[in-house]
């Protein structure tokens, strides 16, 4: 389905991509950026890996994930998208324009697609918003090169303790806060620390029995800030 929508009722103005530009113009923008926006419901592929890349996304409403594959055939979730994120910006600049990865809805979502072109390319109304528009978009993909950079750092430690204690510091930092709700449930954290879901869920017990951290369901309480920390390293 695609139709118009409220761009002043929208998670849209707050996005990094439109950062520093007001509701109004904003609104205007879209005139010049002809945007689609699309529905999807739950466990719809909103993007498949290997397909043809057009546009960036951006999530509105609901829950994705950006999934990958291995060749054996196992899925490893790189990351999962919440309304305001964006996904594709990686291939914006890219030689190759196929999607890298799968985007599967978690939830019925709202997507908001942008053509790489209406960013990167001459606005032939020379709108005075569109070197800030470049400006984000370039803001957002070193951002994303750093986050990449922290799903590697997972990937190299070895012990399934130092995997989970490093994710849960990740979040406190984030947070500043030693009582926090996990932005993902179990099986997609297991998929993100690329261990399996019952021998993470194992070592969560154990690290519960030795006091280091409490939980229940997705709310987690650091117990032991110095001994998580120590594991991390």
Known sequence: MIYIFDVKASVLPETLLFEGIEKDDLALMLDCLEPRICDYK?????TMAGDAFESVGILLKGKAAVI??????????IAILQPGDMFGEMVVFSKNPVWPSTVIAQED?????????????QCDKVCPWHKTLILNMLKI?????????KKV?????????GKISAFLMEQYKKTGKTTFV???????????????????????????????IDYHRSAIKIKDIEALRQYAE
């Open 42 to 46: 739950k466990d719809e592929f909103i």
């Open 68 to 77: 990958k594959e291995t060749f054996a055939g196992n899925r490893v979730v």
């Open 109 to 121: 979502c709202m997507v908001f697609f942008l053509s790489g072109n209406k960013i990167t390319g």
């Open 141 to 149: 993909v070193s951002e994303r090169a750093l986050v990449l950079n």
């Open 153 to 161: 750092e997972y990937l190299t430690i070895k012990s399934m303790r």
């Open 182 to 212: 996990l932005p993902m449930n179990r099986n997609d954290m297991a998929d993100f620390l690329n261990v399996s879901r019952p021998s993470m869920s194992r070592e969560m017990s154990r690290m519960k029995d030795e006091g280091i």
